[in-house]
């Protein structure tokens, strides 16, 4: 199957600084990826999807100017939170469909983000 | 909009034991339907892909069923051993792209 690699796994920052996360689709040319957030105890919520070569598309809700996303390869998407506060500390999870949607989804392993 | 609703929420079972986890959903239009495993701190891992025409769907001890026209969906596990201790999501796509997750059921057995 699809492998999805996410780096960092985790990540401590200070407030107000800005922190990159990458997702690789390893042996998948994705044109599409999908981030998303995932807070203590709750289920993931979609963020933005990513699409190759153009602007991503964010959820209601989710500032574009603050995740900033960049699909620039067939195998990479980088998730930039940009000025961070505690608020934003979470789980982030990429995603990648992969086969089309008789394969289903691959996730990354996702990105522990703590802001202090 | 479409509501994913897992129930129950939590479940603590004795090693051995058969479980079903219960997965439903507001709007029937759906193209698939997934269940994924997650361990605390990790990202998920795909158990079962149903699409929208099947009915059913089996892993090993895993087996996946769909409702779609009552828009309900049951993952059985059999013979639970305490490896299988994880967060379960049920999630769907209304097209083959985005998805859509219920909060979760998470399972714990004992030894």
């Known amino acids: 199957g699809a492998v999805v690699s996410q780096h960092p796994s985790w990540v401590i920052c200070k407030s107000g600084t800005s922190v990159k996360i990458e997702c690789r689709s390893l042996?998948?040319?994705?044109?599409?990826m999908f981030w998303y957030r995932q807070f203590p105890k709750q289920s993931l919520m979609l963020m933005a999807t990513?699409?190759?070569?153009?602007?991503?598309?964010?959820e209601q809700g989710v500032e574009k100017d603050k995740f900033l996303i960049n699909h620039a390869s067939l195998t990479l998407s980088t998730l930039t939170v940009t000025s961070a506060h505690p608020e934003d500390s979470s789980f982030y999870i990429c995603?990648?469909?992969?086969?089309?949607?008789?394969?289903?989804?691959?996730f990354g392993s996702g990105t522990r983000l703590t802001v202090v | 909009k479409q509501e994913v609703t897992q129930i129950p929420a939590a479940l603590s079972v004795p090693e051995g034991e058969n479980l079903v986890l219960n997965c439903s959903f507001t709007?029937?239009?759906?193209?698939?339907l997934q269940w994924f495993r997650q361990d605390p701190g990790k990202g998920l891992t795909s158990l079962l892909l149903?699409?929208?025409?099947?009915r059913e769907q089996t892993s090993g001890r895993l087996n996946a069923s769909l409702d779609k026209s009552s828009g309900r969906s049951t993952l059985y596990i059999a013979a639970s051993q305490p490896g299988d201790s994880a967060t379960y999501l049920c999630?769907?796509?209304?097209?083959?792209?985005?998805?859509?997750f219920g909060e979760g059921t998470q399972l714990t057995v004992n030894p």
């Open positions: 709007d029937s239009a759906i193209y698939n």
């Open positions: 995603s990648v469909l992969t086969g089309g949607a008789v394969s289903g989804y691959t």
């Open positions: 149903i699409q929208s025409s099947q």
């Open positions: 990513s699409n190759e070569g153009s602007k991503a598309t964010y």
């Open positions: 999630a769907v796509s209304p097209s083959g792209s985005r998805l859509t």
């Open positions: 042996d998948f040319q994705a044109t599409t």
